[in-house]
């Protein structure tokens, strides 16, 4: 069974690594097979031999992650069954101009990159900001709390409002960790 996904090609290196390291540490952890076509950026994923035939869909959201600007020790959490990932795209809440995309961008970075620290801080969740769309990684509670605070920030809303939002959930969070 083979899998496609496409990535942006200056993200190639990065998912290949040094020396290939990434790639064949993704396979061994993994048992599957990846090929990568450098210059398209198109990747091919056989699991066929697989460890575990979910490993698939967990592979192609490592890949995604990756090529949504995400180092791969962060992408390769989403090889845990309890990570999940979720691309946003900014152009659903601004629509295609380019100016009010690369607006949105810079409110949900902030000034020197707050605003996105901000929000992986409260939640404990990663958060990738990559040509178009925002992009989190985090068990379902950060993924459910991150998800919340972008699509606030993305409809308008003021940032001091997200950061309230994140404060209150903020003992959510804690209490979650904690197994309660």
Do not use: C, W
Request: glycine share 10%.
């Amino acid at each position: 069974m083979m899998q496609s996904v496409r990535i942006p090609t200056e993200r190639v290196g990065v998912l290949i690594g040094k020396n290939g390291e990434t790639k064949s540490r993704i396979e061994t952890l993994t048992g599957v097979r990846i090929s990568v076509d450098s210059e398209e950026g198109d990747i091919q994923i056989d699991y066929t031999h697989a460890k575990d035939p979910a490993m698939a869909l967990s592979v192609t959201n490592v890949v995604t992650a990756i090529g949504r600007g995400f180092s791969p020790g962060k992408a390769m959490k989403l090889l845990r069954e309890d990570y999940f990932f979720d691309v946003l795209d900014i152009r659903d809440y601004v629509g295609k101009k380019q100016e009010h995309v690369m607006r949105m961008r810079a409110r949900v970075i902030g000034t020197r990159g707050k605003a996105r620290e901000i929000i992986e801080e409260l939640t404990g969740a990663y958060i990738s900001v990559y040509g178009n769309t925002v992009a989190i990684i985090g068990d379902g509670l950060q993924m459910e709390v991150a998800r919340k605070a972008l699509d606030m920030l993305l409809s308008g809303s003021e940032h001091a409002a997200v950061y309230g939002f994140l404060e209150k959930m903020r003992a959510h969070l804690k209490v979650d960790r904690m197994g309660f």
